[in-house]
């Protein structure tokens, strides 16, 4: 039982250049969610999936697409990266709500340099 | 909307001192409330959690109660340990059924021996 996990673990790009972060959970999770972390910002939410086959915008979309590939694969695409993405990418899944409520799992995280 | 906002850190402790670290929040209805800890070079792994007010979550011993009246949820250790060094995120949850947290900008946490 892997949990979540993402990969890579560490990239850089160019200006321009185009890349997908990919995303995996083991967990049967539905809901699934992409955020970045910056420095004194704490993480803030790109993109998520409440169930396979529907995505829905965060707070800091633009620039980013995603693709829910199934019910375990939540990837996160940078069509043209800009140095304003360098950060840490962090992929989560949510367990079910109950009367404990829900709790989402982190994946180890991607950092990202853009030069 | 909603918000959570943290005390500023970084919070510098010697081993066996009280810790709290000062969260409050805004939002409408009846959010549910999450303390998450970020080792170095980790993702983030949940702490504690409360789901209604006066609700006390706790965990490793840090403790945390949902205050409604005064929009807090301030986490507290009654004596530290140096692995306890990490950044603390304080977050909300909505009432609606997205599950989508709202997170504030994190606390860094050093204890020394």
């Known amino acids: 039982n892997a949990g979540v996990t993402q990969t890579p673990k560490f990239q850089v790009l160019k200006t321009g250049q185009s890349m997908t972060l990919q995303c995996a959970q083991d967990?049967?999770?539905?809901?699934m969610y992409w955020y970045r972390q910056d420095p004194g910002m704490g993480l803030r939410l790109i993109y998520y999936s409440a169930s396979e086959g529907t995505t829905d915008k965060g707070e800091v979309p633009n620039g980013y697409n995603v693709s829910r590939l199934n019910k375990r694969e939540f990837s996160l695409r940078l069509e043209s990266a800009a140095p304003s993405q360098t950060s840490v990418y962090f992929c989560a899944s949510r367990s079910p709500s109950g009367r404990s409520g829900s709790e989402q799992f982190f994946g180890p995280g991607t950092r990202l340099t853009v030069l | 909307g909603n918000s959570v906002t943290q005390m500023e850190g970084p919070v510098t402790l010697s081993e066996e001192a009280f810790l709290t670290i000062n969260c409050t929040y805004t939002a409408t209805g009846y959010p549910s409330l999450f303390w998450y800890v970020q080792y170095p070079g980790e993702g983030l792994q949940l702490l504690l959690k409360a789901t209604k007010a006066d609700d006390k979550g706790s965990n490793k011993g840090f403790e945390a109660t949902y205050r409604k009246e005064t929009t807090s949820f301030h986490l507290e250790k009654g004596s530290v340990q140096v692995s306890d060094s990490a950044v603390y995120f304080c977050?909300?949850?909505?009432?609606?059924?997205?599950?989508?947290?709202?997170f504030g900008q994190g606390t860094t946490l050093q204890v020394k021996p």
């Open positions: 967990m049967n999770h539905n809901s």
């Open positions: 977050a909300l949850s909505g009432s609606g059924n997205t599950g989508k947290l709202i």
